[in-house]
């Protein structure tokens, strides 16, 4: 049971993007929670389309949901109470505690930063009064001068919640103690104060080539160095951001069901696919021009925040020529969320929620049209396959666990190939998705559908077969709990632990 005192705190901040904060984070949430604490993370503003459901139907990050899952707790809203979510044309979605609340230009969202600071800070102090542990996150770096002053999620948090700040470098990135040489210096002197300990990420080679720079940090900084935490490729937690995207780790040689997805612009929730990397038989590749698309056995649409300018990218790109073609040569096409609206036959939007355009033509491919809502919907859902036939001929009665993100409704005449039977924990009974008459052109708003195994398979089998091949027997599916505990016990080996601990004021 958590403590009456406010949590302690502990902040990962970084010299810069992708440096390693949100793993950092991760592994330190996991740590503390099987150390024997209650820990909840926090990151006041996080800008991603890679965005998650809480129980309750409020949209966060994803980062801050796996740091939850992590912390063995649910997560909840105030775990990331300012989520942006870039449009087009320079803008983004604004969604505080877990609600859209505005469309706004960057300058404009600036003018917000007085009254959201307050959500941010309630937000925090409601994690610190429940819980004994609160591991906090930056983002970028905290040494952006010109965007001190309006700075809501770097130093101006540390300061609030007077939190020692662990300050994490890339360096495969090159020139690691310029980073944090710099940026200490960039900091104010009460900033300073605050970095409790440097941590090298992502280090290739031999530590033993490294001391005389520690040395030169530790003297010129005043900071000790907290640990240097050596590259690894055999942890399997999602990524952040689409930064971490890559072609696929299967030969060609390996290669019997080979599954092209379109990496968009403005790709959302792009860790749907994570479970297909793992696939035995299976290459998972992500395309971003015609020149790239190939033969592919399976082409995925992935999620979009701004559907009708992604889809216009694939026309432009080429991209959605080859889409139709290869489904009109008998390929099997699947979409996602975005990816599904832009499927059907046309999206219309007369309010302007998605962009200028009342009217949009789209592929074809499916009986479908979608008309955009000022409404978001987002849900956690569960539901069965209610259509088994085409892709889904294996997958008969299938039980499915999502979560839906759209601000658009794309009904059908017929029954959709899954029926969903609960949301945010409320029973319903309601159609989702489409099928073509083939059953080879799928469509759904349920993103993590390949994480249900059945499915999965089912669609993967389905594909395979049609090339008169098998798929290797399945490999285990990747336990995140287990993957948590991995990453906690590789990173607690090479982070001074007991200095966090000090300078957290906590026992061991």
């Excluded at 609600?99 to 230009?105: D, F, Q, T």
């Excluded at 542990?133 to 919640?161: F, Q």
């Excluded at 944090?180 to 409790?196: N, S």
């Excluded at 689409?242 to 780790?249: E, I, M, P, T, V």
Aim: proline share 6%; aromatic share 6%; glycine share 10%.
């Amino acid at each position: 049971m958590a403590s009456e005192a406010p949590a302690r705190v502990i902040m990962v901040q970084g010299t810069s993007s992708h440096a390693g904060k949100s793993v950092v984070a991760t592994a330190l949430c996991r740590i503390f929670a099987r150390d024997g604490y209650q820990v909840a993370p926090f990151k006041a503003q996080n800008m991603s389309l890679n965005s998650y459901v809480t129980p309750d139907g409020g949209e966060i990050g994803r980062s801050q949901a796996v740091q939850a899952a992590a912390a063995l707790v649910q997560p909840r809203v105030e775990m990331n109470p300012v989520l942006l979510k870039p449009e087009a044309e320079a803008r983004s979605q604004v969604v505080v505690m877990g609600r859209p609340r505005a469309v706004r230009s960057a300058r404009e969202y600036h003018g917000m930063k007085p009254a959201i600071w307050q959500d941010v800070t309630a937000a925090l102090d409601a994690l610190r009064a429940e819980f004994d542990v609160v591991v906090i996150e930056g983002a970028g770096s905290p040494a952006e001068i010109n965007l001190k002053d309006s700075d809501i999620v770097n130093m101006r948090v540390a300061r609030y919640a007077q939190a020692p700040v662990l300050l994490v470098a890339d360096i495969d990135r090159g020139g690691v103690f310029a980073q944090l040489v710099g940026t200490m210096v960039l900091l104010d002197p009460e900033e300073q104060d605050l970095v409790k300990g440097h941590v090298i990420n992502k280090f290739r080679g031999d530590p033993s080539l490294l001391t005389s720079g520690l040395d030169f940090l530790e003297e010129r900084t005043g900071v000790p160095v907290a640990g240097v935490i050596p590259w690894f490729f055999d942890i399997h937690v999602p990524e952040e951001d689409s930064l971490g995207l890559d072609s696929g780790r299967r030969s060609d040689a390996e290669t019997i069901v080979d599954v092209a997805v379109m990496r968009l612009p403005h790709i959302a929730n792009f860790d749907d696919f994570d479970p297909l990397r793992h696939e035995p038989g299976v290459r998972l590749r992500y395309v971003t021009g015609a020149g790239e698309f190939g033969d592919p056995d399976l082409v995925v649409v992935p999620g979009s925040k701004t559907t009708v300018d992604d889809l216009e990218w694939l026309r432009e790109r080429g991209l959605a020529e080859r889409i139709v073609g290869a489904r009109e040569a008998g390929t099997p096409v699947v979409g996602i969320c975005a990816g599904f609206q832009m499927l059907g036959r046309e999206l219309r939007d007369p309010d302007g929620v998605e962009s200028r355009r009342p009217l949009t033509e789209g592929l074809g491919l499916l009986p479908t049209s979608t008309t955009f809502l000022r409404e978001k919907v987002t849900h956690q859902a569960t539901g069965r396959v209610a259509e088994a036939r085409g892709l889904l001929a294996g997958c008969a009665g299938a039980e499915l666990e999502a979560y839906e993100i759209h601000m658009g409704v794309s009904p059908e005449e017929a029954p959709g190939p899954f029926r969903i039977e609960s949301r945010s924990g409320r029973p319903v009974d309601t159609p989702d998705g489409a099928l073509d008459d083939e059953g080879l052109t799928l469509g759904t708003y349920l993103h993590g559908l390949f994480h249900n195994r059945e499915v999965r398979r089912g669609i993967l089998a389905h594909v395979a077969n049609r090339k008169g091949r098998s798929l290797p027997p399945p490999a285990d599916d990747i336990d995140p709990d287990a993957e948590y505990d991995r990453l906690a016990e590789f990173v607690r080996g090479h982070l001074d632990m007991e200095l966090v601990y000090r300078v957290m004021g906590l026992d061991r």
